[in-house]
């Protein structure tokens, strides 16, 4: 006699979303916690270091956010109507990295500065979105899925190389 040891679907969501929900008490406190200090020692927050502990936060905070997601991929990637369009999303979301590169290298005499900004701030979180999307590209089952987070995680991934290659020029030709 066969046993099915498996939990089932709603249960996996439900841990799924205790999960998100231990994140956002955990990113509360520790934002909150974050704001006590500046509250008491409001000359030294402005400051540079209090900045890169700040980004250093928020970047923790989204990689806490990143074990959940990590689970709600794999508990969704068996439904495969669900994973195609996740997947559709996927490849849409790497269509705006090149974009926003190619906005960013425009420069402010042709694009508003709160566009570039905004980016900017894009191009920045390409490292999560790269990471995600390969997770992604790991959980898929279905082979429409496979292929276009494939595509996903290759303009993506190419993208962020291209910016990576431009900052390295960058960097050279103010160094010389």
């Known amino acids: 006699m066969r046993h099915n040891n498996s939990i089932s679907w709603r249960v996996q969501f439900g841990f799924v979303a205790l999960g998100y929900a231990a994140v956002v008490v955990v990113a509360a406190a520790l934002l909150f916690g974050r704001h006590l200090q500046e509250l008491q020692y409001p000359a030294e927050a402005s400051g540079g270091m209090w900045a890169a502990g700040d980004m250093f936060l928020w970047i923790f905070i989204a990689l806490l956010f990143m074990v959940p997601t990590a689970f709600l991929i794999w508990v969704t990637a068996r439904f ?17 990295a090149p974009v926003c590169l190619s906005v960013f290298n425009l420069g402010e005499k042709h694009v508003g500065e709160g566009l570039i900004n905004l980016c900017l701030l894009r191009l920045l979180w390409a490292p999560l979105i790269l990471l995600g999307m ?40 103010n160094n010389h």
């Not at 910016?163 to 960058?170: E, V, Y």
């Open 80 to 96: 495969e109507t669900f994973y195609t369009i996740y997947s559709k999303f996927l490849l849409g979301l790497s269509l705006t």
């Open 134 to 173: 390969g997770i992604s590209r790991l959980a898929a089952r279905f082979e429409r899925a496979k292929k276009l987070a494939s595509y996903a995680l290759l303009i993506e991934g190419l993208t962020f190389a291209a910016a990576l290659a431009l900052l390295i020029r960058a960097w050279a030709h």
